[in-house]
């Protein structure tokens, strides 16, 4: 089944194996493929590119939950969207609860490539430390988005799997659940936004997406600059927004018990 050029994936995975703060955004020619010539030969170049954007706006544009270590007077205001990778960079924050990465898949020629499937690794799972820090929320609102597919992971699953699951075009129209294979080309991209929901580790982990083209297999691996992403479960921890609206300029307040309720799932 071949989907129309955008769409967007729900998919709670997770992951483990520490590696620094995140960056912006990774950008990748391809990744390892199955089909080597043997060793110390240069690997086949896959027929397709990649980019991914770990600081994503959240589902439908309404931000998304960081975990920092310290107090909020000394948690800077929320960036703009375009600076978020470097607030993360300089809060030394983690991505809390639900985690976004947005990636753009499009093949470099106009013959298909056929994406097979999209695997979830978990490299290393470890309970989250009782000392991580307290979570502030980035949301400013919800906007409009547009979310053609959806998939999703139970992360704390002994094997997380991908399960496809219906979604809405951004616009009010229901979209039916379309599971894999999809199919790209230099002339039609695809772009996911993978979600992985955390409640129980503190998680570093990859995708691999899987593919097809012209009786050729293989795998790219994606991730945040060759690291892994990193998300965090908010269980149990204090909340803060940030309000510039009854303070100004603006200030962290609390987020009320039954909002982080919510935000806990």
Known sequence: MVPAASL????????????????????????????????????????????ADFHTLGLNGCGEDYVVAKAPGQVAPPPHPEDIAAWVSSQRAVHGGPTGVQ??????GSAA????????RVVHRAPPAADRGTLYSLGDGCGAGIVPR????????????????????G????IPAIDFPYRVSLQEPEVFVVTALNESCTCDWYLDLAWSSQGRTGTVRVGDHGRPFRSTSTKGLDGYRYDHISHRP????????????????
């Open 8 to 51: 967007v994936v729900a998919l709670l995975g997770l992951t483990a194996s520490a590696a620094g703060p995140p960056s912006a955004s990774a950008t990748h020619d391809g990744g390892p493929t199955p089909n080597r010539a043997g060793a110390g030969t240069a690997q086949p170049v896959a027929p397709l590119t990649w980019t």
């Open 103 to 108: 990636i753009t898949v499009q093949g470099r």
């Open 250 to 265: 603006g200030r962290w307040v609390p987020i009320s018990a039954a909002n982080m309720e919510a935000t806990d799932g």
């Open 113 to 120: 490539v056929v994406l097979e499937a999209l695997h979830v």
């Open 171 to 174: 616009a009010g129209t229901k």
């Open 150 to 169: 959806y998939f999703s992971v139970d992360l704390d699953a002994h094997q997380p799997r991908a399960r496809s699951m219906p979604g809405d075009d």
